[in-house]
């Protein structure tokens, strides 16, 4: 488990682009991480690991769209992790600089009259488009 000891370079290309995801998280309201952690599908401790820039646990790229779309990062703060991200892991290059492929579909809901309910039905129907996403990838 090599990967999940502490980084101990402080200024590591990894730990620059963490830094930079650390500031965008720590800066969105309160949930961002436990939403993150839904729209991943992983456990809250793996999105600790993934903002820490102490640890050495490196972001997946196949994430990195989630991320943005999660954390709602600004086109600076975009370009910024992407400069990092890309000087960690330069042969990921085509896999970050590649169109994703993607198109926006609007889909109208009720209100349910509860702030919490509301968000509940919206993170559930974009887990499950990201999931039957996911299948078609091997398309």
């Known amino acids: ?16 682009y963490k830094g930079v995801l650390k500031r965008v998280v720590d800066n969105r309201p309160s949930g961002t991480r436990h939403r993150l952690a839904l729209a ?18 490196p972001i997946p790229a196949q994430h990195l769209d989630a991320i943005f779309a999660v954390c709602h990062f600004t086109p600076a ?3 910024e992790f992407l400069a990092a991200y890309l000087t960690a892991h330069p042969r990921r290059l085509d896999l970050v600089r590649r169109p994703a492929g993607t198109r926006a579909l609007t889909v109208i809901l ?4 509860d702030a919490r309910r509301n968000r509940l039905l919206d993170e559930a129907i974009l887990e499950t488009a990201r999931r039957l996403s996911r299948l078609t990838e091997d398309l």
Do not use: C, W
């Open 110 to 113: 009720p209100d349910l009259g």
């Open 77 to 79: 703060e975009r370009s």
């Open 1 to 16: 488990m090599a990967a999940m000891k502490p980084e101990r370079e402080h200024g590591s290309p990894v730990a620059a």
């Open 40 to 57: 991943l599908g992983k456990n809250r401790s793996f999105i600790s690991q993934i903002t820490n820039p102490v640890y050495a646990v």
